[in-house]
């Protein structure tokens, strides 16, 4: 549908020089204020778990992750660099080796978690800057194979993992009859394109590809709240490679595709699934590369699990949750947007021993799968290496669960509690709500 | 008063001061050439609340786990940066308000700041040269800037007691580094000031909006996060 739009690597271009010219071209005032007011002051070091676990290497600090970008703009852009390069460290590229040892730089070692910039005095956005190079070089067709290969999955078929209508639809049914063997009530339904409802429900395609369950927990919730909702038939994934390859025009089609299937269904509200990424391009920066305005309420599931709890619409038991819990930020929800307190305050009445790790909320660590590096499997080996501050943590809070409301963090987390053997499982908020749902009796509302 | 330290502390002085605000308002032209994008969704938050926050994180040391960490090292910013408000007060005062500094406390004071900020500059100096990050990260403009300000801050000790009777090179000294200063800064890293209020402004305004910060301070209530608190421009509704 979309294919053409996705740029492949041109060994005989001229890459260096459209490198250059994107450069130029899309610089934006928040960009151009982060790359020339750093300091080296070198305070971002210690913030950054790459540092943390590589304490040694002095490349793995995010101020000079973000140099190599910004020598570049000192170079050709900033005044002194163009002038006198040598005596601001200015520098440029001048091959397609150069772009791919940049590559390696803000795909393969940086998941763009922002934790940096929270703890820069300048309100330096290193995140802004490393997701701006990454986009320039994915217009190059210089990006990590599997970036490449979901960007195409999702420009061709409008969800990054090419599932196929019939799958979708399929996998929909199988869940809608597994809530409704589980609840023994035939009026279950996970619809479809139904119109004028409150909620269009929007969802990450690992829900349909690899475990489908938190797709029948939210049926059966939303179906003892008494919920009016639907899912799209087209403009149901809520993801967006867009935000990790650094894509704007991915990340406007993709964001558009959801914003008007609401429009199309006349939907009241759009309900992101548990997902980080998910959540921050869907409710915050999908709007801005769509050129889109909000017209209508965009929220997580776990908001609206939250509202369902609030209004009495759903009653729940936490003696269901008994084992330890705790609860895992993801950086695109708490960092990169507005969601901290809400998933607390529904684990703390789904489960009966919750429990804080330390850090937390927007100080917490990446889960070492964000930024899209689940994807990039020659990145795998540092990736590992480095989550030893998150196993660190994660193995300090003594929990059985590591609740997280991100699709990529699940799979961030599995990864770092199987490589460093933790007693530990991922649940997401769903899980546990519906664990602990208490359903009403039969001829009760439902 | 020497010819020579009447022109440089008055003359000289103004037209680097000049031209420092030439260069300045033609970089403010440049910043604004670059576009800002227009904020397109609901907020959940406030950008007004968000953008103070940010401006005023320099004076929250708690705020960042990086400076809550180690406040030894937020010691010597605030030491330093107050030596340089004193030392560039003390280039205004010392031709346009002398007598200010035949106060003795005064004049004390000013030193206690002065040197204070020199000692700070010396650390920082040190752990620049000493950290194997900041050493790999940094470029000559880091070093000469952080060694021009350690001798700004030398000079303007021995200059603030204003007493040309004893001798008048620490004041040559201390306008000649001034005026140079004022030439300099712009093509400098020590023009960070200037791009302070940008950063801070943008990241702020981000983060506000989306109720990521002031931390802690946002209703958590879905009400609040489900309605519209801003209308984005050309809603009809």
Known sequence: ?446 | MSDMLRLIENEVQLAALAFLGLVYIVRLIWIFRFASRKERTFAAGSQGAGIRRSLANIAMPWAMESTRKDPWLYAQFVVFHLGVAAAIAATFIIPYAPHVFEIRAVVLLFQAVIGAAFLAGVLRLVRRLVNPVLRLISSADDYVSLVLMILFFAAGFLAVPNDIDRAEWPLIAFFGLTAFFLVYVPFSKISHYLYYPFTRFYLGRTLGHRGAIPQGTRPMSPGKDNERTSRPKGDPR
């Open chain 1, 1 to 446: 549908m979309a294919g053409g739009r996705l740029q492949t690597y041109d060994p005989a271009g001229d890459n260096v020089r459209r490198f250059l010219e994107l450069l130029a071209g899309r610089l934006t005032r928040p960009l151009t204020v982060s790359l020339t007011a750093c300091v080296h002051c070198g305070l971002c070091a210690e913030s950054c778990h790459y540092f943390l676990a590589r304490p040694d290497d002095p490349t793995m600090t995010p101020v000079w992750k973000a140099d190599q970008i910004r020598k570049v703009f000192k170079r050709h852009i900033d005044w002194t660099g163009r002038i006198l390069p040598w005596w601001v460290k200015a520098g440029s590229v001048h091959d397609d080796e150069d772009l791919n040892r940049l590559k390696n730089i803000v795909f393969g070692s940086c998941s763009a978690c922002r934790r940096c910039t929270y703890n820069c005095p300048m309100g330096v956005d290193t995140g802004l800057l490393v997701r701006f190079t990454r986009g320039l070089l994915t217009e190059l067709g210089v990006v990590p194979e599997g970036v490449f290969n979901v960007s195409r999955d999702q420009w061709e078929t409008g969800n990054q993992m090419a599932v196929s209508e019939q799958d979708y639809l399929e996998t929909l049914e199988w869940m809608r009859d597994e809530v409704r063997a589980e609840l023994g009530d035939d009026k279950v339904d996970i619809p479809i394109d139904r119109p004028d409802c409150d909620i269009l429900y929007t969802i990450n395609p690992r829900e349909i590809k690899f475990d489908p369950r938190p797709i029948a927990q939210a049926a059966k919730i939303f179906h003892v709240a008494g919920e009016s909702w639907t899912l799209p038939r087209w403009g149901w994934d809520q993801t967006n490679f867009g935000l990790f390859s650094g894509d704007d025009r991915l990340g406007a089609w993709v964001a558009r595709n959801v914003y008007e299937a609401a429009e199309r269904l006349r939907a009241k509200r759009i309900v992101i699934s548990e997902c980080g990424h998910g959540y921050r391009s869907t409710r915050w920066e999908g709007y801005t590369w769509a050129g889109f305005d909000q017209r209508v309420p965009t929220e997580s599931v776990v908001v609206t699990l939250k509202r369902h709890l609030d209004q009495g619409r759903i009653s729940v038991d936490p003696s269901r949750n008994a084992e330890g819990v705790t609860f895992h930020d993801s950086c695109n929800i708490a960092r990169s947007g507005d969601l901290v307190e809400e998933p607390r305050d529904v684990l703390r009445r789904v489960c009966s021993d919750f429990r804080e790790m330390t850090p937390n909320r927007r100080e917490n660590y990446c889960c070492t799968g964000g930024g899209g590096l689940l994807s990039m499997a020659e990145y795998r080996p540092l990736r590992l290496e480095v989550a030893k501050i998150k196993a660190e943590q994660l193995r300090a809070t003594g929990a059985k669960y590591v609740c997280t409301m991100c699709h990529n963090c699940i799979d961030g987390l599995n990864d770092v509690i199987k490589h460093y053997k933790l007693p530990m499982k991922v649940v997401q908020v769903l899980e546990l709500v519906s664990k602990a749902l208490v359903l009403p009796e039969k001829g009760g509302r439902g």
